[in-house]
T-cell receptor, first 113, second 114 residues
Framework: DAGVIQSPRHEVTEMGQEVTLRCKPI?????LFWYRQTMMRGLELLIY????????DSGMPEDRFSAKMPNASFSTLKIQPSEPRDSAVYFC???????????FGEGSWLTVV | AQSVTQPDIHITVSEGASLELRCNYS??????LFWYVQSPGQGLQLLLK??????LVQGIKGFEAEFKRSQSSFNLRKPSVHWSDAAEYFC????????????FGTGTRLQVFP
């Protein structure tokens, strides 16, 4: 079975540009998570969806960040406008119904210059 | 609030030596506990998990972990480390009943010398 699929794997963009990260969760999973990883802060949960509905977005840094899940097989994380401090690895993860395991994608490595 | 502490930021061991990575959690009820491993440039891979039952759980790659409620610990162990085990290891706790959120520790970087 395919795992969590993220795109792009790597992106370099200029400050002020819009960045869109994409995620396809594992089929049948009903929870989806966006995490950000940096050296300074480690792994931070940005937002968590259950059945396509945002449940907890308390980790979203500020209004420049937004996330959507229009259907069970697709989610986006958008940063507009991007800033150098947004440079990080962004992980998407999904989990099946019930208290089960979270499965991570390979990450999107974002560099904002 | 739930939290996870990994006291060791960096551990170095020789290949073939035994390994124990420490994890302490703070949680009001029976926790759901996890260990993940992250190799450089990769995502996080699940090593093992504890939900209930036997407090010694076996995982992939020869790892095991023991849940000790009295010590609020869930330490990861391996009897003989291989060079390919060099990676970053994260302990995580299930945040609350009714949610799949995980709270992660800050990670322990394992270096293995030949």
């Amino acid at each position: 079975d395919a795992g969590v699929i993220q795109s792009p794997r790597h992106e370099v963009t200029e400050m002020g540009q819009e960045v869109t990260l994409r995620c396809k969760p594992i089929s049948g999973h009903n929870s989806l998570f966006w995490y950000r990883q940096t050296m300074m802060r480690g792994l931070e949960l940005l937002i968590y969806f259950n059945n396509n509905v945002p449940i907890d977005d308390s980790g979203m840094p500020e209004d420049r960040f937004s996330a959507k899940m229009p259907n069970a097989s697709f989610s986006t994380l958008k940063i507009q406008p991007s800033e150098p401090r947004d440079s990080a690895v962004y992980f998407c993860a999904s989990s099946p119904p019930g208290r089960n395991t979270i499965y991570f994608g390979e990450g999107s490595w974002l560099t904002v210059v | 609030a739930q939290s996870v502490t990994q006291p060791d930021i960096h551990i170095t061991v020789s290949e073939g030596a035994s390994l124990e990575l420490r994890c302490n959690y703070s949680y009001g009820a029976t926790p759901y506990l996890f260990w993940y491993v992250q190799s450089p440039g990769q995502g996080l891979q699940l090593l093992l998990k504890y939900f209930s039952g036997d407090t010694l759980v076996q995982g992939i790659k020869g790892f095991e972990a023991e849940f000790k409620r009295s010590q609020s610990s869930f330490n990861l162990r391996k009897p003989s480390v291989h060079w390919s085990d060099a990676a970053e290891y994260f302990c995580a706790v299930g945040a609350a009943i009714g949610t799949d959120k995980l709270i992660f520790g800050t990670g322990t970087r394992l270096q293995v010398f030949p």
